[in-house]
């Protein structure tokens, strides 16, 4: 039977399943959920053998025939093979079996399946005739009965390898009985209390027996039907948060059942001691599970921070387990605990718990698929094969160029401060699609996308990525570095496909700074993050989510400060001036702008002050967990409501030019799964830094209201939407300041399931419910500011791919709604200059406005390369006008129309104009840079003031926006300038301050190749 098992054929299914576990699966739930998948597996390798031995079988004829014959050339020496004649007139099968080019057929037509044995076919003779032949069955041979080593010395192998692997299992079993003996009951009235109370907490009903195990003992638990959890002997002398969150830790080992199933795990490697993956599958689950349990011990109320210290205190100064408790689990490894400590601290980590019904769905799901694998064994299709020589070859055909466009490939070389290349400097590529730290990531949605690479032996890298103009990226930063804090930063047009970047590494300097107090003293174990520095006056770098878990490794990273406060990391010697974040417990928050210059630098940080607040329902008082509070200071910072509604956190820097000092705002997002609206709370410090400031922060339940999103005509679920509600401003007696930032209005935002369903709450009143695609191909639908601050249609146009007026009142209970998007057409179009070439340029499309939701000065640029233009969530009527401009052949268009037939846009020579600036004293107006603008939109002028019953406002962009980097010229002495490659057809006009406000004017238009006078422009003197 150990030979059956060794070479059973669905075992290379079984490390298929391991590895697609940790491809898809693995990587955005829950520790819980994870850890719950990773032991499905282990219970699947445990029931596969005996399912696959003994249960029916069925043949799957799915492996195609030329697998075999491919591999059967390099199984087959050369050999004389062996054919017989076949008379004249007979017309042979193909080979199945092809070894050279020229061979000739050698398969019996008679013969309905695949011979047991191959023979190879037969080679044509140069100097004979072709001979036509076919196998000849190959007599059997009757040998004594041997025994078979290399079947049998295999299996001993395995054989010796899983007792062996077994022993430590069986010495921790017997090492967990010693101990239970010998251990010191623990049944003061102290700890029986707290047992009773924890236990209640987590919902565990078990008997546990409480132990003391030795003076250095780490908290264990071991015990299959009798659970036990042991301590160190100084136990009793923990305070009461140390005493909890231990026994909240190993608890929650005992709730999880997590010692049987360890067993499971450790059977499973037993089993297939010779597989690594199997290995590193089980140590993968034992991280799961210890971030499970973290997860258990935060969810049940305890500070983050407070955990994670406690956390590193006992890795230290406990020691792990002996050989003898192998089979218990132990609370803190030191090789997992810069991992769990980053975990713990993770404010956007999902900690959801698994319930019943979701483990016995991930088991029903697991034991379908075992039991499958296990009866069906693919087989070879029983089909005719035609040879080599038949067959005719496969052309390679090259990627055409919109193929190639799907990838965005970027090259680069790594350079020494001496300008020699560099082998294995660190490469990190990232962006982030938010654009700034005030809003609040979706999570799966707004997420941080990060890339890793090194160089080879010439300095060269490469970075492949997909590229899909309706996914587009904000922003691109790469960031190279090798030890020593050599580093080199450069910015990716996202837009482009293609990128080939030089980063040369400056040389580096040890760059120390002193933390000090108020009074002098040194501060002690404070590591700040480095924000950004500035490379002499013109250059700075930056990231823009300077924490541990978002920090990309090649960003320079300072040390903790020393007894006497020194922190110091190796920056490029150009260094002028960097900014330093910290966010401690301790110290507070601060943002520090530090000038590096030969002398000892010293930095005084002001007295810490702390915002003790408490998150309440309104109306009854109870308080709110899990909920997220953002205070709109410097650093940003995210903290999370505990179990009682309590948050802490520090004061920060005021952000200057936006509010006085002291004065912020917070940002409080409900539980995305609860009813309560998104709170935004004006609040400022108290003048004086000796006390700590208390607040009350009271949420109001909404108007439930759900739904689904689907696509118009397939009825498609759409996920991953996001959804967010916008009242009224004015004419709305229900609206709540409170509903919206100052300056982001609705911040808190729902997505979509795979279902495309969602449910959220929203305010009572008139207002939209906003609704944004995950990509661009859905046709945008057009409102206005004023249809959502005083409901009617003026101000400034907006675009989302759906708005949805509602006007609920209070005690509504409103039915579900069904959204429909409309996908839009993905239009390719030929794009040629005015001689019939490929144009290469600019375009911008008035439904194409990624990251944004009006067209106001700038439009996000569509490259076209080649004469290839391509455009998602194209509609003929919503979608124009498109202006293209290729100022390398200074041609352009403006398409209000589509050609019929997919004809091909051929772009017009450029005009221009020329101007005659004056003031209002009739002088001439010389270097001056005129405003220029081109209109998309026809309508009033853009006041940038937001008042009831304005007009809508035209739309335009701003030429010097799309002739970047290059710029317009400036007037001469006489004040004249001339503008050149402009767009033949396209609506201009300049803009201008006139009586203090914006205004426009002087309107003109230009014709191919031809120069228009706009004549004298007056401006008023400011």
Same mark, same amino acid.
């Given at each position: 039977?150990?030979?059956?098992?060794?070479?059973?054929?669905?075992?290379?299914?079984?490390?298929?399943?391991?590895?697609?576990?940790?491809?898809?699966? #693995?990587?955005? !739930?829950?520790? &819980? =959920?994870?850890?719950?998948?990773?032991?499905?597996?282990?219970?699947? *390798? %445990?029931?596969? /053998?005996?399912?696959?031995?003994?249960?029916?079988?069925?043949?799957?004829?799915?492996?195609?025939?030329?697998?075999?014959?491919?591999?059967?050339?390099?199984?087959?020496?050369?050999?004389?093979?062996?054919?017989?004649?076949?008379?004249?007139?007979?017309?042979?099968?193909?080979?199945?079996?092809?070894?050279?080019?020229?061979?000739?057929?050698?398969?019996?037509?008679?013969?309905?399946?695949?011979?047991?044995?191959?023979?190879?076919?037969?080679?044509?003779?140069?100097?004979?005739?072709?001979?036509?032949?076919?196998?000849?069955?190959?007599?059997?041979?009757?040998?004594?009965?041997?025994?078979?080593?290399?079947?049998?010395?295999?299996?001993?192998?395995?054989?010796?390898?899983?007792?062996?692997? #077994?022993?430590? !299992?069986?010495? &921790? =079993?017997?090492?967990?009985?010693?101990?239970?003996?010998?251990?010191? *009951? %623990?049944?003061? /009235?102290?700890?029986?209390?707290?047992?009773?109370?924890?236990?209640?907490?987590?919902?565990?009903?078990?008997?546990?027996?409480?132990?003391?195990?030795?003076?250095?003992?780490?908290?264990?638990?071991?015990?299959?039907?009798?659970?036990?959890?042991?301590?160190?002997?100084?136990?009793?002398?923990?305070?009461?948060?140390?005493?909890?969150?231990?026994?909240?830790?190993?608890?929650?080992?005992?709730?999880?059942?997590?010692?049987?199933?360890?067993?499971?795990?450790?059977?499973?490697?037993?089993?297939?001691?010779?597989?690594?993956?199997?290995?590193?599958?089980?140590?993968?689950?034992?991280?799961?599970?210890?971030?499970?349990?973290?997860?258990?011990?935060?969810?049940?109320?305890?500070?983050?921070?407070?955990?994670?210290?406690?956390?590193?205190?006992?890795?230290?100064?406990?020691?792990?387990?002996?050989?003898?408790?192998?089979?218990?689990?132990?609370?803190?490894?030191?090789?997992?605990?810069?991992?769990?400590?980053?975990?713990?601290?993770?404010?956007?980590?999902?900690?959801?718990?698994?319930?019943?019904?979701?483990?016995?769905?991930?088991?029903?799901?697991?034991?379908?698929?075992?039991?499958?694998?296990?009866?069906?064994?693919?087989?070879?299709?029983?089909?005719?094969?035609?040879?080599?020589?038949?067959?005719?070859?496969?052309?390679?055909?090259?990627?055409?160029?919109?193929?190639?466009?799907?990838?965005?490939?970027?090259?680069?070389?790594?350079?020494?401060?001496?300008?020699?290349?560099?082998?294995?400097?660190?490469?990190?590529?990232?962006?982030?699609?938010?654009?700034?730290?005030?809003?609040?990531?979706?999570?799966?949605?707004?997420?941080?996308?990060?890339?890793?690479?090194?160089?080879?032996?010439?300095?060269?890298?490469?970075?492949?990525?997909?590229?899909?103009?309706?996914?587009?990226?904000?922003?691109?930063?790469?960031?190279?570095?090798?030890?020593?804090?050599?580093?080199?930063?450069?910015?990716?047009?996202?837009?482009?496909?293609?990128?080939?970047?030089?980063?040369?590494?400056?040389?580096?300097?040890?760059?120390?700074?002193?933390?000090?107090?108020?009074?002098?003293?040194?501060?002690?174990?404070?590591?700040?993050?480095?924000?950004?520095?500035?490379?002499?006056?013109?250059?700075?770098?930056?990231?823009?989510?300077?924490?541990?878990?978002?920090?990309?490794?090649?960003?320079?990273?300072?040390?903790?400060?020393?007894?006497?406060?020194?922190?110091?990391?190796?920056?490029?010697?150009?260094?002028?001036?960097?900014?330093?974040?910290?966010?401690?417990?301790?110290?507070?928050?601060?943002?520090?702008?530090?000038?590096?210059?030969?002398?000892?630098?010293?930095?005084?940080?002001?007295?810490?002050?702390?915002?003790?607040?408490?998150?309440?329902?309104?109306?009854?008082?109870?308080?709110?967990?899990?909920?997220?509070?953002?205070?709109?200071?410097?650093?940003?910072?995210?903290?999370?409501?505990?179990?009682?509604?309590?948050?802490?956190?520090?004061?920060?820097?005021?952000?200057?030019?936006?509010?006085?000092?002291?004065?912020?705002?917070?940002?409080?997002?409900?539980?995305?799964?609860?009813?309560?609206?998104?709170?935004?709370?004006?609040?400022?410090?108290?003048?004086?830094?000796?006390?700590?400031?208390?607040?009350?922060?009271?949420?109001?339940?909404?108007?439930?209201?759900?739904?689904?999103?689907?696509?118009?005509?397939?009825?498609?679920?759409?996920?991953?939407?996001?959804?967010?509600?916008?009242?009224?401003?004015?004419?709305?007696?229900?609206?709540?300041?409170?509903?919206?930032?100052?300056?982001?209005?609705?911040?808190?935002?729902?997505?979509?399931?795979?279902?495309?369903?969602?449910?959220?709450?929203?305010?009572?009143?008139?207002?939209?419910?906003?609704?944004?695609?995950?990509?661009?191909?859905?046709?945008?639908?057009?409102?206005?500011?004023?249809?959502?601050?005083?409901?009617?249609?003026?101000?400034?146009?907006?675009?989302?791919?759906?708005?949805?007026?509602?006007?609920?009142?209070?005690?509504?209970?409103?039915?579900?709604?069904?959204?429909?998007?409309?996908?839009?057409?993905?239009?390719?179009?030929?794009?040629?200059?005015?001689?019939?070439?490929?144009?290469?340029?600019?375009?911008?499309?008035?439904?194409?406005?990624?990251?944004?939701?009006?067209?106001?000065?700038?439009?996000?640029?569509?490259?076209?390369?080649?004469?290839?233009?391509?455009?998602?969530?194209?509609?003929?009527?919503?979608?124009?006008?498109?202006?293209?401009?290729?100022?390398?052949?200074?041609?352009?268009?403006?398409?209000?129309?589509?050609?019929?037939?997919?004809?091909?846009?051929?772009?017009?020579?450029?005009?221009?104009?020329?101007?005659?600036?004056?003031?209002?004293?009739?002088?001439?107006?010389?270097?001056?840079?005129?405003?220029?603008?081109?209109?998309?939109?026809?309508?009033?002028?853009?006041?940038?003031?937001?008042?009831?019953?304005?007009?809508?406002?035209?739309?335009?962009?701003?030429?010097?926006?799309?002739?970047?980097?290059?710029?317009?010229?400036?007037?001469?002495?006489?004040?004249?300038?001339?503008?050149?490659?402009?767009?033949?057809?396209?609506?201009?006009?300049?803009?201008?301050?006139?009586?203090?406000?914006?205004?426009?004017?002087?309107?003109?238009?230009?014709?191919?190749?031809?120069?228009?006078?706009?004549?004298?422009?007056?401006?008023?003197?400011?």
């Amino acid at each position: 039977m150990f030979n059956d098992l060794l070479s059973l054929p669905g075992l290379e299914n079984w490390f298929a399943i391991d590895l697609a576990v940790k491809s898809t699966l #693995l990587v955005a !739930l829950a520790a &819980g =959920l994870r850890h719950r998948v990773w032991t499905l597996l282990f219970l699947a *390798l %445990l029931i596969l /053998p005996p399912v696959t031995l003994f249960a029916p079988g069925w043949n799957w004829q799915v492996i195609p025939r030329s697998w075999q014959a491919e591999k059967s050339e390099d199984a087959i020496p050369d050999a004389i093979p062996v054919t017989t004649s076949v008379p004249s007139g007979i017309e042979p099968e193909p080979s199945a079996l092809p070894m050279t080019p020229k061979i000739t057929r050698a398969v019996d037509q008679t013969e309905p399946t695949l011979q047991s044995q191959l023979v190879p076919a037969v080679f044509e003779q140069e100097t004979h005739h072709a001979v036509a032949s076919t196998p000849a069955p190959i007599p059997k041979i009757i040998q004594p009965a041997t025994f078979d080593w290399s079947k049998h010395t295999l299996a001993l192998i395995w054989l010796g390898g899983f007792l062996l692997m #077994l022993l430590p !299992l069986i010495t &921790g =079993l017997w090492g967990n009985g010693r101990l239970r003996k010998q251990g010191q *009951l %623990l049944d003061s /009235p102290d700890w029986q209390r707290m047992m009773t109370e924890l236990s209640h907490r987590l919902g565990l009903q078990r008997t546990i027996t409480l132990l003391s195990g030795g003076p250095q003992q780490m908290p264990i638990t071991f015990g299959l039907r009798h659970p036990c959890v042991v301590l160190p002997d100084d136990a009793a002398n923990w305070d009461e948060e140390r005493r909890q969150v231990v026994l909240l830790h190993e608890l929650a080992h005992i709730k999880r059942f997590d010692v049987p199933l360890q067993m499971i795990a450790r059977l499973g490697c037993a089993l297939f001691w010779f597989h690594p993956l199997v290995w590193w599958s089980a140590r993968q689950m034992r991280l799961e599970r210890e971030h499970a349990c973290d997860d258990c011990v935060l969810l049940a109320g305890q500070e983050p921070s407070v955990y994670a210290s406690h956390l590193l205190e006992i890795a230290h100064q406990l020691s792990n387990q002996t050989r003898f408790t192998t089979a218990a689990l132990c609370m803190a490894r030191k090789s997992q605990l810069e991992g769990r400590l980053l975990a713990v601290l993770d404010t956007r980590r999902s900690r959801a718990q698994v319930g019943v019904v979701r483990t016995l769905g991930c088991l029903s799901l697991a034991l379908l698929l075992v039991i499958t694998l296990g009866i069906v064994h693919p087989t070879l299709q029983v089909e005719s094969l035609l040879t080599a020589a038949e067959k005719e070859p496969a052309s390679a055909t090259p990627k055409t160029g919109s193929e190639e466009y799907q990838l965005m490939r970027i090259t680069g070389t790594v350079l020494s401060p001496d300008g020699e290349p560099l082998s294995g400097a660190h490469i990190d590529l990232f962006t982030d699609n938010r654009g700034t730290n005030w809003h609040r990531r979706i999570p799966g949605v707004d997420d941080f996308e990060s890339h890793q690479t090194t160089t080879n032996e010439t300095g060269w890298f490469q970075i492949v990525l997909p590229h899909d103009i309706s996914r587009p990226r904000k922003d691109m930063q790469i960031i190279a570095s090798v030890a020593g804090g050599l580093l080199a930063k450069e910015t990716i047009d996202p837009h482009l496909p293609r990128h080939h970047v030089e980063l040369k590494l400056s040389a580096a300097k040890k760059v120390r700074v002193q933390l000090i107090d108020t009074v002098g003293n040194p501060i002690v174990g404070i590591e700040p993050y480095l924000s950004g520095i500035s490379l002499g006056k013109n250059s700075y770098i930056n990231i823009r989510h300077p924490k541990p878990d978002s920090l990309v490794a090649a960003w320079p990273r300072f040390t903790k400060s020393d007894d006497e406060g020194y922190v110091e990391a190796m920056l490029p010697t150009s260094t002028t001036t960097l900014r330093l974040l910290i966010d401690d417990k301790q110290v507070g928050a601060h943002a520090l702008d530090v000038e590096i210059s030969d002398k000892p630098i010293s930095v005084a940080l002001k007295p810490a002050q702390f915002l003790d607040g408490k998150v309440i329902d309104e109306t009854t008082g109870q308080p709110i967990a899990g909920a997220e509070v953002m205070i709109l200071e410097r650093p940003y910072r995210t903290t999370r409501t505990k179990a009682d509604g309590s948050f802490r956190v520090a004061r920060g820097e005021t952000l200057g030019g936006l509010f006085p000092s002291g004065q912020n705002i917070l940002h409080v997002y409900p539980p995305s799964e609860s009813a309560y609206l998104f709170h935004a709370h004006e609040w400022k410090w108290p003048n004086n830094r000796l006390s700590d400031a208390n607040l009350t922060i009271k949420m109001r339940t909404g108007i439930v209201i759900s739904g689904r999103v689907t696509e118009k005509g397939t009825g498609k679920p759409v996920p991953k939407v996001a959804l967010a509600f916008e009242s009224q401003e004015y004419n709305n007696p229900l609206f709540d300041e409170t509903s919206q930032c100052r300056f982001f209005g609705a911040d808190m935002k729902y997505a979509t399931d795979a279902d495309g369903r969602f449910q959220m709450p929203v305010w009572p009143g008139p207002g939209y419910l906003i609704v944004t695609a995950p990509t661009l191909d859905y046709v945008h639908q057009e409102i206005s500011l004023g249809d959502k601050y005083y409901g009617k249609p003026g101000l400034q146009r907006e675009y989302y791919d759906a708005a949805v007026r509602l006007n609920l009142k209070p005690a509504a209970q409103p039915e579900p709604m069904e959204i429909i998007l409309e996908r839009g057409e993905l239009l390719k179009q030929k794009i040629i200059c005015p001689d019939g070439q490929p144009a290469n340029g600019k375009a911008y499309a008035r439904s194409y406005i990624p990251f944004k939701k009006e067209i106001d000065a700038s439009l996000p640029v569509i490259l076209f390369e080649n004469g290839q233009f391509e455009l998602p969530g194209f509609h003929s009527k919503k979608s124009l006008p498109l202006l293209f401009v290729d100022l390398k052949h200074h041609c352009g268009k403006i398409v209000t129309e589509f050609p019929p037939d997919d004809a091909p846009i051929q772009l017009e020579q450029c005009g221009a104009a020329t101007f005659q600036f004056e003031d209002n004293n009739g002088k001439p107006l010389a270097d001056h840079e005129p405003l220029l603008m081109i209109i998309v939109t026809p309508g009033a002028t853009n006041t940038a003031f937001i008042q009831p019953d304005q007009p809508l406002w035209f739309e335009h962009l701003f030429w010097q926006n799309i002739l970047w980097p290059k710029r317009i010229s400036k007037t001469n002495a006489e004040g004249r300038v001339t503008v050149n490659d402009l767009i033949p057809g396209a609506t201009y006009q300049l803009q201008f301050i006139k009586k203090g406000r914006w205004a426009s004017g002087y309107e003109f238009t230009v014709r191919p190749g031809e120069t228009t006078d706009v004549g004298k422009v007056v401006l008023e003197l400011q």
